[in-house]
């Protein structure tokens, strides 16, 4: 294979994968979300707890403007809220809302869903080899 190419289905994949979770957001009725706002309900998932925007920016990897916007998202929808840091009024965190924890299961599945579609005709060792070879590859992009 070119190695030209393996930017492009990078590439290719991620626009891929974004739209097949939109697509089973909006089967579950969550029309309006797209991929970016799973994964920082992901993230407050797993941390069970405030994060600050910094802190979910890092993990989304998107600049502080976009990630706001997808959380303001977030609070309009009723699904998160905003909160300033009584120390700092320029940090806020972000924490979910009773209605963000109610549609937690319905991300489990769509990420079960991704996951198991990704790599449905993948072996293990397939899978392992080419985790390992993507942060061989993000690794070069330091």
């Not at 891929?16 to 993230?43: Q, R, W, Y």
């Not at 976009?66 to 809220?81: H, I, M, N, P, R």
């Amino acid at each position: 294979m070119n190695k030209d190419y393996i930017i492009y289905y990078i590439t290719r994949i991620r626009k891929k994968s974004g739209l097949f979770i939109e697509n089973l957001l909006k089967a579950k009725g969550l029309d309006g979300l797209c991929a970016s706002h799973e994964t920082i309900l992901s993230a407050l998932y797993a941390e069970d707890r405030p994060l600050a925007m910094k802190d979910i920016s890092n993990r989304i990897s998107r600049n502080k403007s976009t990630t706001s916007q997808l959380v303001d998202k977030l609070v309009k929808f009723g699904y998160a809220e905003k909160i300033h840091c009584k120390n700092d009024r320029r940090v806020n965190y972000v924490f979910l809302t009773q209605n963000g924890k109610d549609i937690q299961a319905n991300f489990q599945t769509i990420s079960a869903e991704l996951i198991e579609t990704a790599y449905e005709n993948f072996s293990t060792e397939e899978i392992e080899e080419l985790l390992r070879l993507l942060k061989k590859l993000s690794n070069n992009f330091k």
